[in-house]
């Protein structure tokens, strides 16, 4: 394959994921009536190990949102008594994020609708399919975190002026 034609592939390709997590959101939104985030929330806090909750330092890292964004949506769930805020037992600082015996009730609630969701959107791919897709995403994922590229010139400063 030409320089060319491999650019081309990975430009079609990367647009392609921008599309595919933008229609993701939308039909979340749509179909579901709450946000990727907030159904990432959940699920993440509905894991067997965490009924104690998780920091929200933690929790940032483990759905790769910032923290801007995390904060807006738990306010959010906070009011609808899906989620609570507690003091962290071993830092008085730090804050465990929790769901509520009313959130764990309506995260049971959506599992049918989840389901159906997941077996609509992958009724084009057989199981092998699925299971390389999953297995191309995790390489590609691992693959993006480990991007640096040298600063363009002339943009340090300003890349630095985003940074604080």
Do not use: C
Not at 30 to 42: D, H, K, R
Not at 96 to 102: A, N, P
Not at 142 to 147: E, F, T, Y
Request: no cysteine; hydrophobic share 35%.
């Amino acid at each position: 394959m030409t320089d060319n034609a491999s650019k081309g592939v990975a430009n079609r390709l990367f647009f392609r994921l921008f599309q595919t997590g933008n229609i993701l959101q939308r039909q979340v939104q749509n179909e579901m009536g709450i946000s990727t985030v907030q159904w990432a929330v959940l699920g993440a806090l509905s894991r067997p190990g965490y009924e104690q909750g998780i920091s929200f330092n933690q929790l940032t890292e483990y759905l790769v949102v910032s923290r801007q964004s995390l904060d807006g949506v738990l306010k959010r769930m906070e009011r609808d008594n899906h989620v609570l805020r507690v003091p962290h037992p071993d830092d008085g600082r730090a804050r465990l994020v929790q769901l509520t015996e009313q959130g764990q009730a309506y995260w049971e609630t959506l599992q049918p609708r989840i389901y159906a969701f997941y077996q609509q959107a992958l009724s084009g791919m057989g199981f092998d399919d699925s299971v390389s897709l999953l297995h191309f995403l995790n390489k590609l994922q691992a693959d993006l975190a480990k991007v640096q590229l040298e600063p363009l010139e002339g943009h340090e400063q300003e890349q630095e002026q985003q940074l604080q």
